[in-house]
C-alpha cells in the first residue's frame, strides 16, 4: 500500500482532495510539509502484522480530520468531522446503565418501566 494513494482515496470518498489539507503532524506538534504531500510518498504493508505509520499522525483540513487506526497490524485512515450541534433538544435523564444501548434506547427503558 502506498500511503499518499491511500490518502487521496480516503479524501476523495469524503469530497475532498490534498488542497484541503491545513497541516499535518500529531496532537503536540505539526510537522513541515510541501502542498503535494510528498512526504506520505512511502510504500507500507497494510495487512496483519504489525502497524508501520506512526499511530499518532494525523492530517487536518477545515473541520475535519485524518487519524491513524489500526487492528492486529491492519492499519487505515479513519476520516473524522466537527460534529454540528442538532436543533432538536430532549429531555433524557439517563446516559448509562444498559449495553451497547443509544441515549434513546436507555431511555425509552425509563419510560417503560
Known amino acids: 500500500?502506498?500511503?499518499?494513494?491511500e490518502t487521496?482515496?480516503?479524501l476523495?470518498?469524503?469530497n475532498k482532495n490534498i488542497s484541503d489539507i491545513k497541516w499535518i503532524g500529531n496532537k503536540r506538534f505539526t510537522i513541515p510539509h510541501d502542498e503535494d504531500l510528498s512526504i506520505l510518498d512511502v510504500?507500507?504493508?497494510d495487512g496483519f502484522g504489525s502497524a508501520r505509520i506512526a499511530e499518532d499522525?494525523?492530517?487536518v483540513g477545515d473541520g475535519f480530520w485524518l487519524e491513524r487506526h489500526e487492528y492486529d497490524g491492519s492499519e487505515w485512515w479513519e476520516y473524522k468531522e466537527l460534529v454540528k450541534k442538532p436543533e432538536e433538544e430532549r429531555?433524557?435523564?439517563k446516559v448509562a446503565?444498559?449495553?451497547?444501548n443509544s441515549l434513546e434506547e436507555l431511555n425509552e427503558k425509563e419510560e417503560m418501566e
Not at 500500500?1 to 494513494?5: A, G, I, S, T, V
Not at 446503565?97 to 451497547?100: A, F, N, P, R, V
Open 8 to 10: 487521496i482515496e480516503v
Open 57 to 59: 499522525l494525523m492530517l
Open 1 to 5: 500500500m502506498n500511503l499518499k494513494e
Open 91 to 93: 429531555e433524557y435523564t
Open 43 to 45: 510504500d507500507y504493508d
Open 12 to 14: 476523495k470518498e469524503n
Open 97 to 100: 446503565g444498559g449495553m451497547w
